[in-house]
């Protein structure tokens, strides 16, 4: 016994032991206020996302793999395992980029720690109040992981910080409900750092399958399966963070451990999640922002454009520069807002309209440019826009902070119309009326199973 003590340093104590008690902590207001917010939209992602290509062949695939009747699979009537409803469920949140994102950590927390605690949830009954504080607890395990790792570096030399990230927030969500103590949290996350994986390229993915599974559904899996296994007994590693070639030894052997546990109980990381107000990558959320003002403003319309140039934050025009997908294309949606007015979710998604003559012609009088000095760790959503139009004026706008930033966010009754917007066309407004009000209402849920009529195709 006293080897075990001598063997675990005082950061994983530290983590283990708040992972161990989260469903037992009350938040503050502010912090489950935020929670439902972020819960609604991943409802919203995953039920839109169902119905696109890498939410059917998910949906396709869990229709094969049988299992335990544990947890529904979002948009459908399909009951399967918790940790195959988490896969399905974690592969629909990234199918069509609506998801939310944490920016300064380059994780999404909610397309891996929403499917995984609802799986469990659903797996164990719990209520509404279990799971949104263990929702809360795997933002934070999530994104303090990759930023202790230095998420630039780490994604530079090829991995994908969302995938890392997004395991270790999903183990401890779904540990936390499965009532793990301290060891067995300590042993999940071992669990979680073995199957830890993921590469860049998945970017590279154009019809969106292998970055939706990269991404969404392998983390919200294995983070699951991680916790699960723990609780069926299995033993191991009691620190994977420190000691003999330890995590952090194997990918950033510089990193300062205790940014793992730095504010844990008083820095909620949720509250520096973003949320998208437009149906395409983080990066582009900035440029749209400003466009959509100018449109406002000026009454204009694509005719009037002679160039547009955008200046955002030099590494994310990386990450959106001429994309070969119609929603992480910048300069694909800077046309289509121009043409349309705005931006929808089928507008985001329509992969012909990337060969639309009118889209095309427009494209070549849009650039996209990067500027260092807009760039900065916390990855704000910026961009500085200046337009020249056919009668030779010029029109100038920017943001700092887009609307559904951390410093600029969504209402409720924005996050609502967003979520109608993406589930109605798949349930109905009727019910999907009905499934935000319960959300909205989360404390009141005694057993998340109730959402399933609300949820289920």
């Not at 030894?249 to 107000?277: H, M, N, W, Y």
């Not at 798949?426 to 998340?448: C, N, P, Q, T, Y």
Request: aromatic share 6%.
């Amino acid at each position: 016994m006293k080897r075990e003590r001598e063997d675990i340093s005082p950061v994983m104590r530290e983590l283990s032991a708040y992972i161990a008690d989260a469903i037992n902590r009350p938040l503050p207001p502010e912090v489950t206020e935020r929670a439902k917010l972020h819960f609604v939209d991943a409802f919203a992602a995953m039920i839109s996302g169902s119905r696109l290509l890498p939410g059917k062949k998910a949906l396709a695939y869990v229709k094969t793999l049988g299992g335990a009747r544990e947890a529904g699979v979002i948009g459908s009537r399909i009951i399967t395992s918790a940790r195959n409803a988490a896969l399905g469920n974690g592969m629909f949140a990234h199918a069509d980029e609506t998801d939310d994102t944490h920016p300064s950590s380059v994780t999404h927390p909610g397309r891996n720690v929403v499917p995984a605690a609802l799986a469990i949830g659903e797996r164990g009954r719990h209520s509404g109040t279990d799971v949104l504080r263990a929702v809360v607890l795997g933002y934070d395990v999530c994104t303090r992981l990759t930023l202790t790792l230095n998420p630039r570096p780490f994604e530079s030399a090829g991995h994908y910080c969302g995938a890392y990230g997004g395991v270790f927030g999903a183990a401890a969500a779904a540990g936390a409900l499965l009532k793990l103590d301290a060891r067995g949290a300590r042993f999940a996350l071992s669990y979680a750092a073995q199957q830890a994986a993921g590469l860049i390229s998945a970017l590279r993915d154009p019809e969106h399958v292998e970055k939706a599974f990269a991404a969404g559904g392998m983390p919200a899996h294995n983070g699951t399966s991680a916790a699960l296994m723990v609780a069926h007994g299995f033993t191991g590693v009691q620190d994977v963070f420190s000691g003999e070639r330890d995590f952090f030894f194997t990918f950033s052997p510089e990193a300062d451990r205790t940014q793992l546990v730095r504010g844990l109980g008083r820095d909620f990381e949720i509250l520096r999640a973003a949320i998208k107000c437009w149906p395409g990558g983080g990066p582009i959320q900035g440029p749209l922002h400003v466009l959509r003002d100018l449109i406002r403003r000026h009454g204009l319309q694509a005719d009037d454009v002679e160039r547009l140039v955008a200046r955002m934050p030099d590494k994310e025009l990386q990450v959106v520069n001429d994309r070969d997908m119609p929603n992480v294309s910048v300069q694909h949606l800077l046309a289509v807002m121009l043409l349309d007015g705005t931006v929808t979710f089928a507008a985001s998604n329509d992969y012909p309209r990337m060969k639309d003559p009118k889209v095309l012609a427009l494209r070549k009088r849009i650039e996209a440019v990067g500027d260092p000095g807009l760039t900065d760790p916390l990855r704000r959503w910026r961009c500085v826009m200046e337009i020249t139009l056919k009668d030779g004026r010029k029109l100038t706008h920017q943001t700092m902070a887009a609307r559904g930033s951390y410093e600029n966010p969504v209402t409720r009754q924005e996050e609502e119309e967003k979520a109608l917007d993406l589930i109605a066309p798949v349930l109905g407004k009727r019910r999907a009326h009905a499934l935000i009000a319960a959300i909205w209402d989360f404390e009141s849920v005694k057993d998340v199973r109730a959402l399933r009529k609300l949820y289920a195709r």
